[in-house]
């Protein structure tokens, strides 16, 4: 095919953090190497670990935002 391309991608991660886009990717037949990963099924394992890994990261950034604030709130009234 005349024009085709290849996009060459380090982690999986980098292009996307969508098990749904990966996988329409893959569907359209779009070229695409990550050089983490060896056959389509470990590019949708590690796109569904990523994918899991996004939503985690909010509850987790939040919980410790939100220990940190208590723990600031007990030196300040001398209580740590």
């Known amino acids: 095919m005349v024009g085709s391309s290849t996009l060459l991608i380090a982690k999986l ?5 969508n098990v749904h886009f990966i996988s329409g990717l893959m569907e359209r037949k779009v070229d695409f190497v990550a050089c983490e ?12 670990v990523a ?3 996004t939503k ?3 509850c987790m950034i939040h919980s410790k935002t939100k220990c940190w604030r208590t723990e600031e709130s007990l ?6």
């Open 13 to 17: 991660d980098r292009l996307s953090r």
């Open 37 to 48: 990963s060896a056959n389509a099924f470990t590019i949708n394992v590690y796109a569904a």
């Open 51 to 53: 994918q899991e890994d």
């Open 56 to 58: 985690n990261a909010g």
């Open 75 to 80: 030196q300040v009234t001398g209580e740590i």
